[in-house]
Nanobody, 116 residues
């Protein structure tokens, strides 16, 4: 079965850190570009970061540059998002996404809440 399963979300205080993971199965992980996309309460989807299939290139939305780091371990079929200096506006459901040619795979998301 093709699937992406996110984990690592939770409640964290402002300025805190979390590391999200996304475990992939059922497809050839190292062929796919991977991304993190988030959805804040009552808002639309927002792209956060992407990483090339070989991990060589990464991109970020301006609002998380210098605070978030995307990475992947192709041997473990896992995508990561290290989130530091978290702000209340980072509160959202975080989804991982896999893309290869015209195919896109989505996970079910993990909730991150930044609040004191």
């Amino acid at each position: 079965e093709v699937q992406l399963v996110e984990s690592g979300g939770g409640l964290v205080q402002p300025a805190g850190s979390l590391r999200l993971s996304c475990a992939a199965s059922g497809f050839t992980f190292n062929r796919y570009a991977m991304s993190w996309v988030r959805q804040a309460p009552g808002k639309g989807l927002e792209w956060v970061s992407s990483i090339h299939s070989d991990g060589a290139d990464t991109t970020y939305v301006d609002s998380v540059k210098g605070r978030f780091t995307i990475s992947r371990d192709n041997a473990k079929n896992t995508l990561y998002l290290q989130m530091n200096s978290l702000k209340p506006e980072d509160t959202a459901v975080y989804y991982c996404n896999a893309a290869f040619l015209l195919e896109t795979i989505w996970g079910k998301g993990t909730l991150v809440t930044v609040s004191s």
